[in-house]
């Protein structure tokens, strides 16, 4: 059962949430334990809804995942979430990536091109883009592999996000190459921060609480 009550919405209840801007994000820091500067952050989905106040992602996000809008709230979330790391650039944060997350209903041919998009209007470079991936939208669909080489290569990084939860292993990640490895839980606490595979390689890995909240 769902940590959230989870309403009926509808489409058009989810596609007026994002017309009448009562989505927001959150920004959530990314520390680095070993010097404790704030090392970037992550981007995280609210609805500020009018009568119920501030949902969390759990409370509508899985309706847009199965039959709503995903890949519009989706678009808004990267847009906005580049609008806003342009906009603290001049703070000269270094280095400071954003991390955002990205549902495989997002992932297709064209993403690459979404993705150039908004960094262009954005005005952002791509060096401090971190998109996160769970394991389905990163190995749901072969097309997709050819899409993170190309936004790899113009300095887009991908953290496996929230990787065990799936049907994954490391052996799976042979063909892409992910900087960041998000573990939910601490069972995963022995795994070793760097190690390859025969071409990939985890540069870090993050051990997270359950993100029930988030």
């Known amino acids: 059962m769902s940590a959230f009550p989870l309403a009926e919405w509808t489409t058009a209840q989810l596609v007026q949430a ?13 520390v680095d334990l070993r010097s404790g500067e704030i090392t970037g952050a992550e981007a995280l989905l609210r609805w500020q809804h009018p009568s119920l106040g501030l949902l969390l992602p759990g409370q509508f996000l899985p309706v847009a995942e199965s039959s709503g809008p995903m890949p519009e709230i989706g678009a808004w979330v990267l847009r906005e979430a580049c609008r806003q790391m342009h906009d603290w650039q001049p703070l000269q944060w270094r280095p400071f990536r954003l991390a955002v997350n990205v549902s495989a209903r997002q992932m297709g041919a064209d993403f690459y091109d979404q993705v150039q998009r908004v960094l262009a ?10 998109i996160e991936l769970t394991e ?4 749901g669909d ?3 592999s050819p899409v993170l080489d190309a936004l790899r290569a113009i300095g887009v990084r991908f953290a496996a996000d929230d990787f065990g939860t799936g049907y994954t292993d490391t052996a799976g990640f042979t063909d892409h190459v992910f900087a960041l490895m998000h573990l939910l839980g601490f069972r995963f606490c022995r795994v070793s921060a760097t190690w390859a595979t025969p071409s990939s390689t985890f540069r870090r890995v993050t051990l997270r609480m359950p993100r029930s909240s988030q």
């Open 18 to 30: 994002v017309e009448r801007g009562q989505l927001e994000l959150h920004y959530q820091p990314i």
């Open 121 to 130: 209007d954005a005005g952002l470079s791509a060096e401090y883009l971190d």
């Open 136 to 139: 389905s939208a990163a190995f």
């Open 142 to 144: 072969p097309v997709i």
